[in-house]
C-alpha cells in the first residue's frame, strides 16, 4: 500500500509539485514578502544650503541600510511628485539654515515627509530617519565641542535614541521563519493527505480496494506513511533554506526538532485524512483542508499576531488550534536553542492532540459504500 | 467450521437494499452452485449493481439475507472478502501504475503469499495476453486489455466466488469474445462467476440467468427454459411501413397478446403463429399499412425481457437476433 502510494506520488506530477516545490515557493515567498523590517526604503532628498554639514548628513542617509537614496532634487514640487507617484517613501528637506543653527543653539530642524499609506513602513522610515538624525547631531555637536576645546557632554545635548520595541534585531524574519515553517508543514501535509483517499473515491479505484481484505487500519497506514515521510523531508527543507538563505540561527537540536515536528505530523495528517474520507471529491477535499489549516495557522497560531495581545475570547479559542504549539516549539528550538524538556507544555498539548487525531482517523475510514 | 454453509456457494433470501424511500433491491432470493456462470440481465437502475455490491460485503442489506462462500455479508464481510474477486463497473485499477506493480499491489491487498505471488502475477499475465506488456502504464493499454487486467487482479487470491459488474462495457466484440472465453475457463475450475451484463448475446453465454427490473427478480432459469417457457404463444417478426401506426394497430387486434419495435421491424406475439400469418396482413392493409414480411422467428432474450416487464434492456441499442 505505502509502495504503490510513493510509486503513484512519483508518478503525478502536482502531488510531486506539491510535496517537493511548494515548500520551497512558500519558504521564498513568504520569507520575502512577510518580512517586517523595512530596508532599502526609495529616498529622495532636497537640500537647500548644500554646506558641508548638509552633505555630512546625508551621507549618513546614504551609509545606512535602511535607506536608498534615489535622488537628490532642488524644488519642493518634484519631492512631493516622488512622494505621491510612490517613487519615494521618505523625504528629507535639510533647510538652508540647517548648518547655523546646528551650531548656534544645537536647535536644527530637518523636514521629514513620509508615506503614510503603509502605516508599518512609515512608522519604521520615520525610526530610522530619527535615528539617523539624532545619531548625527549628536556626534556633530561632540566632535564641535571637542574642537573649540570644551569639555564633551557637558553641553546638555540630549540625544534620541530610538528603538524598534517588537523587532530589537530589526530582523522580523528570525521570528517569521520557524513559524513558516509550521504553515508550509500543515499546508502540504493536509493538502497531500485530503487529497490521497478523495482521488481513489472519484476516480473509482477505491469501490475495488475496499472489495479486498485489507483492514481500513491497513489503508491508513499505508496512505500515510509515504507522506510522513514526505512531511520530515519537507521539514528538513524548510529549515534548511530558512538557515542557509534566511540566515535565520538555529540553536536547537535536530532531535528536537523531529521529535515536535513527528508529533505535528500525525496531527496534520490525521486531519486531512479525515478530511478526505469525509469528502468524496478532491475539490472539496483540498478546500476544506486549506480552511482548517492555513487559516488557523496563519491568524491564530501566533505566526503572525502575536497571542497575548489578541482579545481574550481569541486567545482561549488558540489553545485548540494545534499550530499554535508547534509554532511555540519551533520558535524556541530555532531562537532559543531548548530542548524538548523545556518545552513540555506545548509538546504535552501536541501529544494529547496527536493521539486523539490519531484515534480519530484511525475509526474513520469505513470500507463501505453506505 | 461455523456458520459455513458448503452447499451453495451464493445464497440469497428476500434481500432488500434501500436507498432513503427508493427500494433499489426489492425481496430477491436465489442460489448458485460453484462453477456456475450466473448472468444477471436487466436495464440500467434494475439493480444489478447494488446486489453484487451487496454480495461483496459493499453494502450493507436492509434486511434479508446472503452467504457468499459460506459467510454472511452482513456479518462476516471480512471471511467474504478474503473468497470473492471484484471487477467494478468503471475500470478500476491505478492507471498510473505499471501492469505488472498493479497485479502486485492487488497480490499484495489480497494477501497473496509471497512465495505464490510470483508465479500467479506471471500466470495471470499470460491469461490476460499482456506478455511482453509487463512494465507498459496501465493508462495506456486499449480497454478490452485493461478489463483482461483487472480481471487478472481480481483472482489473485484465487477466489471461490468471482464478481463481474458489466465487465465488457465499452469493449469492442473481439475483446469481449476473448473476455468470456476466460470467463469460461475460470468456472470450468469450479469457481462461481457472476457477470452482469446488459448485452444480449453475453446473456446467451450465462449457464443461468436472473432477469432484473426495478429492483425485483423477475425471472430466473436457464436461456432456454426463460425462452421456452416465459413465452406466452409465438413470436412473429413483421417489417411493415409505416412502423409506427402499424405498432399501434397490431396492439388493438384481439390476435395479438403483444407487439413491440425491434431495430425496423416488430416483434409480436400471438397466441396462434399460423392463424397470425394468413389474417393478420389482411388486417394490417385494411388500416392502410404495408406489410412486407410477417414470419415466425425463435424468441430472444430480449423478447422474453420485453414481454416480461415491458421494457428495453438497452434503450435503442437492441435489435432482432
Redesign the interface.
Known amino acids: ?1 505505502a ?2 502510494e510513493l ?2 506520488i512519483r ?2 506530477p502536482r502531488s510531486l509539485f506539491i510535496a517537493l516545490i511548494m515548500p520551497v515557493m512558500q519558504m521564498a515567498m513568504l520569507g520575502y514578502g512577510v518580512s517586517l523590517d523595512a530596508k532599502h526604503i526609495p529616498l529622495y532628498v532636497y537640500d537647500q544650503e548644500g554646506s558641508q554639514e548638509s552633505q555630512a548628513l546625508l551621507k549618513r542617509f546614504q551609509a545606512s541600510e535602511y535607506f536608498d537614496l534615489v535622488k537628490t532634487v532642488d524644488n519642493y514640487r518634484e519631492l512631493t511628485a516622488a512622494v505621491d507617484s510612490d517613487r519615494s517613501k521618505l523625504a528629507v528637506v535639510i533647510p538652508f539654515d540647517f548648518s547655523e543653527r546646528l551650531r548656534d543653539a544645537n536647535q536644527t530642524n530637518v523636514q521629514v515627509i513620509v508615506d503614510g499609506t503603509d502605516d508599518n513602513t512609515a512608522n519604521l522610515a520615520t525610526d530610522y530617519a530619527r535615528a539617523v538624525i539624532g545619531q548625527f547631531s549628536v556626534d556633530f555637536r561632540t566632535e564641535w565641542l571637542r574642537r573649540q576645546g570644551l569639555p564633551v557632554g557637558g553641553g546638555g545635548t540630549v540625544s534620541i535614541e530610538p528603538r524598534t520595541w517588537f523587532n530589537e534585531d530589526l530582523e522580523s524574519r528570525n521570528f517569521i521563519i520557524p513559524g513558516i515553517v509550521a504553515l508550509v508543514m500543515a499546508l502540504v501535509g493536509a493538502l497531500l493527505t485530503s487529497l490521497t483517499i478523495s482521488r481513489e473515491w472519484e ?13 481500513s487500519q491497513e489503508v491508513m497506514f499505508g496512505k500515510l506513511i509515504p507522506y510522513f515521510a514526505i512531511g520530515l523531508v519537507d521539514a528538513a527543507m524548510c529549515v534548511a533554506i530558512g538557515v542557509w538563505w534566511f540566515d535565520v540561527p538555529f540553536r536547537g537540536t535536530l532531535t528536537s526538532l523531529f521529535a515536535t515536528t513527528s508529533l505535528f505530523l500525525i496531527v496534520i495528517l490525521g486531519i486531512g485524512f479525515m478530511i478526505s474520507v469525509a469528502i468524496k471529491s478532491q475539490l472539496g477535499a483540498s478546500q476544506i483542508a486549506l480552511l482548517v489549516t492555513l487559516l488557523p495557522t496563519m491568524m491564530l497560531s501566533g505566526f503572525a499576531f502575536p497571542i497575548d495581545q489578541m482579545p481574550p475570547v481569541i486567545r482561549a479559542i488558540t489553545y485548540v488550534v494545534y499550530s499554535r504549539y508547534y509554532v511555540t516549539i519551533l520558535k524556541a528550538i530555532f531562537l532559543k536553542g531548548v530542548g524538548v524538556r523545556a518545552l513540555l507544555a506545548p509538546v504535552m498539548a501536541m501529544a494529547i492532540y496527536a493521539v486523539v487525531i490519531g484515534w480519530m482517523a484511525t475509526h474513520a475510514f469505513k ?4 | 467450521m461455523a456458520g459455513q454453509d458448503t452447499t451453495a456457494s451464493v445464497r440469497v433470501e428476500s434481500l432488500v437494499k434501500k436507498f432513503g424511500k427508493f427500494t433499489a433491491v426489492d425481496r430477491v432470493s436465489f442460489a448458485t452452485a460453484p462453477g456456475e456462470i450466473f448472468g444477471f440481465l436487466g436495464p440500467n437502475g434494475a439493480g444489478k449493481s447494488t446486489t453484487i455490491r451487496i454480495l461483496c460485503g459493499l453494502l450493507r442489506p436492509t434486511s434479508g439475507k446472503a452467504v457468499v462462500a459460506g459467510f454472511d455479508v452482513a456479518r462476516q464481510a471480512e471471511e467474504v472478502r478474503q473468497n470473492i474477486g471484484y471487477m467494478s463497473q468503471k475500470f478500476s485499477l491505478y492507471n498510473t501504475l505499471k501492469v505488472v506493480e498493479n497485479l502486485r499491489f492487488f497480490a499484495g491487498m489480497y494477501s497473496v503469499p509471497r512465495d505464490l505471488a510470483d508465479a500467479r502475477i506471471r500466470e495471470a499475465i499470460a491469461m490476460a495476453g499482456l506478455a511482453g506488456h509487463e512494465h507498459d502504464l496501465t493508462a495506456t493499454l486499449a480497454g478490452g486489455w485493461k478489463q483482461r487486467l483487472a480481471l487478472g487482479c481480481s483472482i489473485l487470491h484465487r477466489p471461490k466466488v468471482l464478481f463481474l459488474d458489466e465487465p465488457t462495457s465499452g469493449v469492442d466484440p473481439i475483446s469481449r469474445r476473448q473476455f468470456w472465453d476466460l470467463i469460461h475457463e475460470m468456472a470450468g475450475g469450479g469457481v462461481t462467476v457472476f457477470v452482469s451484463t446488459h448485452y444480449m448475446d453475453e446473456a446467451e453465454y450465462c449457464n443461468r440467468l436472473a432477469l432484473m427490473n426495478r429492483g425485483a427478480l423477475v425471472a430466473l432459469g436457464t436461456p432456454n427454459e426463460l425462452k421456452r417457457h416465459l413465452m406466452k404463444g409465438a413470436l412473429l417478426l413483421a417489417k411493415c411501413e409505416p412502423l409506427g401506426p402499424a405498432l399501434e394497430i397490431l396492439q388493438h387486434n384481439p390476435a395479438v397478446v403483444d407487439a413491440a419495435v425491434f431495430g425496423e421491424a416488430l416483434h409480436v406475439t400471438v397466441e396462434d403463429a399460423a392463424a397470425a400469418t394468413t389474417s393478420l396482413p389482411g388486417y394490417l392493409a385494411e388500416h392502410g399499412v404495408k406489410c412486407t414480411r410477417l414470419e415466425p422467428i425463435p424468441p430472444s432474450l430480449e423478447d422474453v425481457f420485453v414481454q416480461l416487464t415491458g421494457r428495453r434492456i438497452r434503450a435503442g441499442e437492441v435489435t432482432a437476433s
Open positions: 500500500m509502495r504503490k510509486i503513484q508518478r503525478d476516480r473509482g479505484t477505491m469501490e475495488q480496494l475496499i472489495s479486498t481484505p485489507i483492514t470500507k463501505t459504500l453506505d
